[in-house]
Antibody, heavy 116, light 108 residues
Framework: QVQLQQPGAELVKPGASVKLSCKAS????????MHWVKQRPGQGLEWIGE????????NYNEKFKSKATLTVDKSSSTAYMQLSSLTSEDSAVYYC?????????WGQGTTLTVSS | DIVMTQSHKFMSTSVGDRVSITCKAS??????VAWYQQKPGQSPKLLIY???YRYTGVPDRFTGSGSGTDFTFTISSVQAEDLAVYYC??????????FGAGTKLELK
């Protein structure tokens, strides 16, 4: 069965960077674009960007272009999102989601807390 | 960017009621609209894609309709487990892909 596995939580200090992971299983990783979505506490969903795992091509929300970098490791079927220069505004749940019939599978999300 | 407007942040309903949630796009998005359900502490779940197609395993009490700029998501007979936040999303013109702000379905 299709699964997208994400670590439950990350705690990082302001100004630091973090690399969030999303390990895919149960399907051919390179056949579907992977998306990343941000959700701040009590707020709605915000699209960060997408990556084509077969060739690494990316598209970003302009708002996150200087914040997020999407990559993949085809050998481990894992998608990554690096977030840089972290502030309290980056504290949120970050989801990865597979793009098939729209976002048909989602990871459980990683709760990122930026705090000293 | 295309703005997806869900005019009701909250909607009150009772079990067994018919309820409709609307979503308006700031420009024509054809039928490139999906609807998601999110319960507290859970990831969103895809219910409807391409405006009106029910995703695999989704109960038939959930329907979607619309094209162009106006879209409707309907639950024909609300069940207790349907109390959640519902989001519309467009992927007609990306980047960026955009979501509505969400509509929380609550019990009266």
């Amino acid at each position: 069965q299709v699964q997208l596995q994400q670590p439950g939580a990350e705690l990082v200090k302001p100004g630091a960077s973090v690399k969030l992971s999303c390990k895919a299983s149960g399907y051919t990783f390179t056949s579907y674009w992977m998306h990343w979505v941000k959700q701040r506490p009590g707020q709605g969903l915000e699209w960060i960007g997408e990556i084509n795992p077969s060739n690494g091509r990316t598209n970003y929300n302009e708002k996150f272009k200087s914040k997020a970098t999407l990559t993949v490791d085809k050998s481990s079927s894992t998608a990554y999102m690096q977030l840089s220069s972290l502030t309290s505004e980056d504290s949120a749940v970050y989801y990865c989601a597979r793009d098939s019939y729209d976002f048909d599978y989602w990871g459980q999300g990683t709760t990122l807390t930026v705090s000293s | 960017d295309i703005v997806m407007t869900q005019s009701h942040k909250f909607m009150s309903t009772s079990v067994g009621d018919r309820v409709s949630i609307t979503c308006k796009a700031s420009q024509d998005v054809s039928t490139a609209v999906a609807w998601y359900q999110q319960k507290p502490g859970q990831s969103p779940k895809l219910l409807i894609y391409s405006a009106s197609y029910r995703y695999t395993g989704v109960p038939d009490r959930f329907t979607g309709s619309g094209s162009g700029t106006d879209f409707t998501f309907t639950i024909s007979s609300v069940q207790a487990e349907d109390l959640a936040v519902y989001y519309c999303q467009q992927h007609y013109s990306t980047p960026p892909l955009t979501f509505g702000a969400g509509t929380k379905l609550e019990l009266k």
